[in-house]
T-cell receptor, first 116, second 114 residues
Framework: KAGVTQTPRYLIKTRGQQVTLSCSPISGHRSVSWYQQTPGQGLQFLFEYFSETQRNKGNFPGRFSGRQFSNSRSEMNVSTLELGDSALYLC???????????????FGEGSRLTVL | QKEVEQNSGPLSVPEGAIASLNCTYS??????FFWYRQYSGKSPELIMFIYSNGDKEDGRFTAQLNKASQYVSLLIRDSQPSDSATYLCAVNMFDDFGNEKLTFGTGTRLTIIP
């Protein structure tokens, strides 16, 4: 079955712009989590969506937002981009459950954002 | 802040030897523990999970969990050059509202020397 698909794979933006990243989870998976990965900080949790509801949020400023659609596809948006937002943004899907993230996370290939 | 700690390495191990990767976590309420492998330029993939104290073996991989010591480890026997990667320890953690998230360590870079 198809894996997690993220688009775009690479993008370059300038400071102050905004960006929207897309994630299509594995069919049947209802939970989508977003992570930011940088060499210094590793994988940092952004937020998790389950059945169109944000269930948990990491310690990122309000410039980072997301949503999930009825077909479980998810988007994340970063407004007013800063140089420090340059990173690999990874989306991960899982079956999820009513009590939280359960089971294995399947990661997409990521969207590599460069902010100039 | 609830954390997952790993030695960043690099850890160099001769081919055929045992590689030992360690991880400690801060949340005593954590119940699920995962090891992900990430090759350079690729996304993480799950290789092991463990929920109960003790050892869990899967092929050349053994995960070990000690909840009392808040310690989880991954042993790779008969290490192969293809095992060279960054290994990420991940632990489920709960905030004050009971919301769960999977928290990752910064990873240990493992190099298997032929």
């Amino acid at each position: 079955k198809a894996g997690v698909t993220q688009t775009p794979r690479y993008l370059i933006k300038t400071r102050g712009q905004q960006v929207t990243l897309s994630c299509s989870p594995i069919s049947g998976h209802r939970s989508v989590s977003w992570y930011q990965q940088t060499p210094g900080q590793g994988l940092q949790f952004l937020f998790e969506y389950f059945s169109e509801t944000q269930r948990n949020k990491g310690n990122f400023p309000g410039r980072f937002s997301g949503r999930q659609f009825s077909n479980s596809r998810s988007e994340m948006n970063v407004s007013t981009l800063e140089l420090g937002d340059s990173a690999l943004y990874l989306c991960a899907s899982s079956l999820g459950g009513t009590s939280g993230i359960t089971g294995e996370l399947f990661f997409g290939e990521g969207s590599r954002l460069t902010v100039l | 802040q609830k954390e997952v700690e790993q030695n960043s390495g690099p850890l160099s191990v001769p081919e055929g030897a045992i590689a030992s990767l360690n991880c400690t976590y801060s949340d005593r309420g954590s119940q699920s523990f995962f090891w992900y492998r990430q090759y350079s330029g690729k996304s993480p993939e799950l290789i092991m999970f463990i929920y109960s104290n003790g050892d869990k073996e899967d092929g050349r991989f053994t995960a070990q969990l000690n909840k009392a010591s808040q310690y989880v480890s991954l042993l790779i026997r008969d290490s192969q050059p293809s095992d060279s990667a960054t290994y990420l320890c991940a632990v489920n953690m709960f905030d004050d509202f009971g919301n769960e998230k999977l928290t990752f360590g910064t990873g240990t870079r493992l190099t298997i020397i032929p």
